[in-house]
Structure formats: structure tokens, C-alpha cells
């Protein structure tokens, strides 16, 4: 699944996979190493986040039903906790600096 800026029109990540079950968020990144350029995931629903146990910074935005970003937390650092965004329903994870044109109040695009 592909991530796309509807402001630009640019990739944010090409290489996203949904988490939407309740293991698949338990998990979320653990046990991976690292992210390459691209990669990332997608947790659904999802209004909050941390990032206990893992290895590497990641850039986290926060993403209504109606695919408005609500807050981008870049690099954060392991062992950190995201606040709760309430009307958040996704949560995508890409490695850190990854996310660069975005900005709160854009809308995203879900490409399968």
C-alpha cells in the first residue's frame, strides 16, 4: 500500500502495510531492525503510540477517518509515549525524517 500527500501530490511511503488486528497492533514494529526508505506501517484504529522496545526513531502521523493529518510527531525516540489523539482512526510509522512536506491539516491518500 502506498501513502500520498493529496496537498503535493508526493509518495510519502510506498511501501506500507495495515495492521488492523489486535495482534497486528500489539506487535506494531517490534522485533524489526530497521526501516528502509519507503516503509512503514499503518495502524487502525489507532489515537496513541509508543515506541518501548524498539530499536531506531520513527516519524509518526496521526490520521482522522476523513484522512486529515492531526498531528506529525517526528523522530521519536525509543522508549517515548505519543499523546492521545482523540479523533485519530490510522497512525502511520516510517523511519525518522522520513516524513517532509507534510504538514497538520493535509489530507493523505491510501493507494492500494
Known amino acids: 500500500m502506498k501513502c500520498k500527500n493529496a496537498r503535493t501530490g508526493k509518495i510519502i511511503a510506498d511501501n ?4 488492523e488486528t489486535f495482534f497486528g497492533r500489539l506487535v506494531g514494529l517490534l522485533g524489526t531492525k530497521s526501516l528502509k526508505t519507503g516503509e512503514g506501517i499503518v495502524l487502525k484504529p489507532c489515537n496513541s503510540i509508543h515506541t518501548c522496545f524498539m530499536r531506531f526513531a520513527i516519524d509518526a502521523v496521526f490520521i482522522s477517518k476523513d484522512f486529515k493529518v492531526l498531528r506529525i510527531i517526528k523522530n521519536m525516540r525509543t522508549w517515548k509515549f505519543s499523546p492521545i ?9 516510517v523511519a525518522a525524517g522520513e516524513i517532509k512536506d507534510l504538514k497538520e491539516g493535509d489530507t493523505v491518500e491510501f493507494i492500494k
Open 85 to 93: 489523539v482523540l479523533k485519530s482512526l490510522y497512525t502511520l510509522e
Open 16 to 19: 506500507l502495510e495495515m495492521k
